[in-house]
């Protein structure tokens, strides 16, 4: 079935670490992106890649690194620059174009060792 | 399962009754708007979108009503079940998707 596979479904992080975490969608799907997700927040854009090899920051991208080396994986870095990174982060795809709904994976929990 | 949201609003209804969630949104050059579902642990699940130059769209159990005047979204579920338990949330598009923070559907017996 085609989907969005997030891994690890949670992830811990030790201070000043570096922690990657993964996405790989097999919907053909040029556009990916991904989000933050907080208790009681909407969804909140890191950064956002409309083709291979070519990525924008979102609203909130200060902490983050993402690379767009294929079509398929979106892998989001949160850094040590990162103070406040415990949170749920979901990567999402959509087709190109205008008006396209955006279609989410399950999800990868962030929290500080 | 995972906190999706804490405080949000909560609608609680009585299985096999409809459900009728709402949502505000701020730009007035939105042309495109969505409903998710979000179930504990999950990510999102699309259920319906609309688009500016529709007032109404049915799918199934589901419809949506956009007024475009008092910039308002409602999502209607028909017969309501456990299984509609979920935060539900609508994001709208001027150019970029913009989220809402959701409300919780609780559905008992």
Redesign the interface.
């Known amino acids: 079935d085609g989907g969005?596979t997030?891994s690890p479904k949670y992830l811990f992080r030790k201070e000043g670490q570096n922690v990657t975490l993964s996405c790989e969608q097999n919907l053909n799907h040029d556009a990916m992106y991904w989000?933050r997700?907080d208790?009681?927040?909407?969804?909140r854009?890191i950064y956002?890649s409309q083709i291979v090899n070519d990525f924008q920051k979102g609203d909130i991208a200060e902490g983050y690194s993402v690379s767009r080396e294929k079509k398929e994986s979106f892998p989001l870095t949160v850094t040590s620059a990162q103070k406040n990174p415990t949170a749920?982060y979901?990567c999402?795809s959509s087709p190109n174009g205008?008006?396209q709904?955006?279609?989410?994976?399950?999800?990868t929990?962030l929290s500080i060792l | 399962g995972e906190s999706v949201g804490l405080h949000l609003p909560t609608l609680s209804v009585q299985e096999g009754d409809n459900s009728i969630i709402n949502c505000a949104y701020s730009n007035s050059a939105s042309d495109y708007f969505i409903w998710y579902k979000q179930e504990s642990g999950k990510g999102p699940q699309f259920i319906i979108d609309i688009r500016s130059n529709m007032d109404k769209r049915q799918g199934q159990r589901v419809t949506v009503l956009l007024n475009k005047t008092v910039k308002h979204l409602s999502l209607q579920i028909a017969a309501t079940q456990p299984g509609d338990s979920a935060v539900y949330f609508c994001a709208e598009n001027p150019d970029k998707l913009i989220f809402g923070t959701g409300t919780r559907l609780q559905v008992f017996p």
Not at chain 1, 39 to 43: H, I, M, S, V
Not at chain 1, 101 to 107: E, K, N, R, S, Y
């Open positions: 969005i997030q989000y997700q208790p009681g927040q909407g969804l854009l956002y749920f979901l999402a205008a008006n709904p955006q279609h989410f994976g399950d999800g929990r």
